[in-house]
């Protein structure tokens, strides 16, 4: 038997197996109710971040300096770090490692590495290390020495901050719920046990830092340093529905000048330090308030009452590792005009005194910081601009304006803090959310989502979103990499053999945003550059004798790979659909991009197998049906037939229809799951690897919202038939 030959699931479990299983309205609506079911739109996670010398690096391992560190450290001690990450399912994960000195790796009480000195040399490379992480919390420690030659430290972490890098929280209950890693000072002798799950630091006989300092009673100059004249922001939340007195009593002691306000309504002013006592009207509904403290000559702040604090009072954005109830932003100029009202969404940096400021908590040295803990809501990367994009499509044609609000709460939750995360890469080395779209270097980490920000732009205006764009557009035409002709290729890849090379997947990652900027900013010249675009790929990667393209051109080699992939071919047949969309008859490249359109149609048509789908390696009908690049096909098709670009149609209306059918009875199942899907992948020039090495998921966002889109397309083109008698 074939891989052509075998199922992916019984033919009863199949969509089309089902009452009305090929209609596409119905097939539409159960996918995207899976899809949205299966991720829902949790906010993002704030924790607390302490200041201190391991941070994360630009590809999110962290560094661990122990010779800037501890400088007096002898070769006869050790030190610890340790952390902890939790883990939905187990599954095998390869982490970097660098030894800058003697290290030991323990992972959940069990040595997993030992270095030998020559990976502890100077010029020795990372070391690639596959640890299976199991369901629940899994406990790092490093143990870290230091070399004869005086070399200590490590860099430990996910290693790419592509996809979704981790980020490791501290370990013990003390801290529960912190990011980062605790460590102790060099010991003289090794820990008794290695921590092998969550306990007090007490338990471990080691004292570990950085220090915990403990609130600062109100007294700002231990969070801003004493500057007269300056200013900050205190804010809390009044919790509703409490049995206390009313109106409620709010007293304490202020350390300088303070303005409260409640619900943006100021209520008491002071302007010296001195006890003092309010009340608040209309209470018991909560609210926030907030208070505009500035710096005297002997301090700044203030203290509340401590039964007021436990009683009335809690911390208005949840930080996880933090018992305070204030959130703090500052300094700002005395001359600043600030209001807390502007920074209570927690997505906004703030221009400080002495450089952009965010909030942090009581304690020195504590930062808030958010993460993006959820699977795929709120993430940016290319396969997600795809399938964000059929759900917004899908939401226009079912009328279903919630999931249209989806995808515009999931693309804002990026936007919206994309000047936030741009400060907080910077500040502490890797940002906590938006993980490629604060450090583009490829047409990868911007086109494609960027292309889906746009559209979502137009359901409601979102906020960042043209900054993003403009950016993305900005990188494109005069960032990314470009061979002396001017067609844009991968000069530095994710990994060396990505390096010097062009991919046709390339083509949907700048065709679309190209087309959709240009409508947006009303600028002709990006669309002008899509069309060059197609036509320069073509000139390396069109393999006219089969009248289809190579997956990759080599450029170090000055060769194509020849490899007939289906995705990459898909990603060029729905590039140049995109662009005919938008490319007027009279330009001057529209009749070489209609016949290169015309000409791939044919390929395609020819190759397509005997149950409707279309193969993993197109020209091996042995190798298995691949769901993503069979729905990039039947798109292609189905716009042309109802453009008019093909010359005879009716083939390609069969090859549309055959299509749907055969993902409806052997890639959709009656759940709404999608299976065969080909995972993300590398590059070859054998055949082999993509039939053999490189497989298939279920439900990879690669190929959900392409299955949309061809079933949107079908529909449309179907209409447009009827329309036509």
């Known amino acids: 038997m074939t891989a052509a030959d075998t199922r ?62 501890f400088p007096d450290m002898r070769t006869d001690q050790r030190v610890y770090a340790w952390a902890k990450l939790w883990i939905d399912q187990p599954h095998e994960f390869v982490f970097l490692l660098r030894c800058l000195g003697p ?31 199991v369901r629940g919390w899994n406990h790092f420690v490093l143990e870290l020495g230091k070399s004869a030659d005086g070399r200590s430290g490590a860099e430990f972490g996910t290693g790419n901050r592509k996809n979704k890098p981790y980020a490791f929280l501290a370990p013990s209950t003390e801290r529960e719920g912190e990011e980062g890693w605790i460590y102790t000072a060099p010991l003289d002798r090794p820990l008794r046990h290695i921590p092998a799950g969550t306990q007090t630091e007490a338990a471990t006989e080691a004292a570990w830092l950085p220090l915990r300092a403990g609130g600062g009673q109100g007294r700002l100059e231990r969070l801003y340093g004493l500057r007269p004249g300056l200013k900050a922001v205190s804010w809390t939340k009044v919790r509703g ?100 009202e502007e920074y209570m969404s927690m997505d906004t940096v703030a221009d400080g005194a002495s450089g952009k400021v965010f909030w942090k908590t009581e304690e020195p040295g504590g930062h808030v910081r958010p993460f993006l803990e959820n699977e795929l809501f709120g993430r940016w990367n290319y396969p997600l601009g795809v399938t964000l994009f059929g759900l917004l499509e899908t939401s226009r044609l079912l009328k279903r304006s919630e999931l249209a609000d989806y995808v515009t709460r999931h693309v804002e939750f990026a936007t919206s803090t994309y000047d936030y995360s741009l400060w907080d890469r910077e500040h502490f080395g890797a940002a906590g959310l938006n993980n490629q779209l604060s450090h583009i270097d490829s047409l990868d980490d911007c086109g494609s989502f960027g292309a889906l920000a746009i559209l979502a732009d137009r359901v409601r205006p979102l906020k960042g979103s043209r900054a993003v764009t403009d950016d993305i557009a900005h990188y494109i035409m005069n960032v990314q990499d470009r061979l002396d002709d001017g067609t844009l290729y991968r000069r530095i890849g994710v990994s060396p053999s990505m390096h010097n090379t062009m991919w046709c997947d390339d083509m949907y990652m700048s065709v679309p945003f190209l087309c959709r900027y240009a409508e947006l900013s009303g600028e002709m010249r990006y669309v002008e550059e899509a069309a060059r675009q197609l036509l320069l ?189």
Not at 107 to 132: C, M, T, V, W, Y
Not at 595 to 623: I, M
Not at 636 to 662: K, M, N, T
């Open 8 to 69: 992916y699931f019984d033919p009863e479990e199949s969509m089309a197996a089902q009452t009305g299983g090929t209609d596409i309205p119905r097939v539409l609506n159960v996918m995207a109710q899976r899809y949205v079911g299966e991720h829902p739109p949790h906010e993002p996670v704030y924790r607390m971040t302490r200041t201190n010398e391991i941070r994360k690096l630009e590809n999110h391992t962290y560094t661990f300096p122990m010779d800037r560190m």
């Open 103 to 133: 290290v030991r790796l323990y992972h959940n009480g069990e040595q997993r590495f030992g270095s030998a000195p020559e990976e502890e040399a100077a010029d020795a490379q990372p070391l690639k290390l596959k640890i299976g992480l």
């Open 241 to 340: 529905g409490l049995a206390l007195s009313d109106p409620l009593t709010v007293s304490g002691t202020a350390y300088g000048p303070v303005t409260f306000e409640w619900n943006g309504r100021t209520v008491f002013e002071i302007g010296c330090a001195a006890p003092f006592s309010f009340q608040l009207e209309a209470w018991q509904q909560g609210g926030h308030l907030t208070a505009y403290s500035t710096c005297g000559s002997r301090g700044w702040g203030f203290q509340l009452n401590a039964e007021l604090t436990q009683q009335a009072l809690a911390v208005p954005v949840k930080v996880r590792g933090y018992s305070g109830v204030w959130l703090h932003l500052g300094p700002f100029s005395a001359e600043a005009e600030v209001r807390a």
């Open 537 to 725: 790929y073509k000139k390396y990667l069109y393999m006219a004798d089969r009248q289809i393209m190579s997956h990759v051109y080599d450029v170090g080699q000055g060769k194509a790979s020849l490899t007939t992939w289906g995705r990459g071919n898909g990603w060029v047949f729905f590039s140049l659909a995109v662009l005919l969309s938008v490319l007027p008859e009279v330009h001057e490249s529209y009749r070489d991009i209609l016949g290169f359109y015309r000409e791939l149609a044919g390929g395609y048509l020819r190759l397509q197998g005997r149950h409707g789908l279309w193969h993993q390696v197109l020209t091996d009908p042995e190798s298995y049906e691949e769901a993503s690049c069979t729905s990039m096909f039947i798109y292609g098709f189905a716009l042309g037939v109802r453009h008019g670009w093909l010359q005879e149609p009716q083939a390609f209306v069969r090859a549309v229809l055959a299509g749907w059918s055969g993902l409806c009875e052997r890639v959709i199942d009656k759940h709404g799951n999608l299976y065969g899907v080909c995972k993300g992948s590398s590059w070859s020039y054998s055949n082999a690897y993509y039939k053999h090495d490189l497989g298939w998921n279920l439900n990879d966002t690669h190929g959900i919202g392409i299955v949309l889109l061809a079933g949107i397309e079908t529909q449309a083109m179907l209409d447009s038939l009827d329309s036509k008698g």
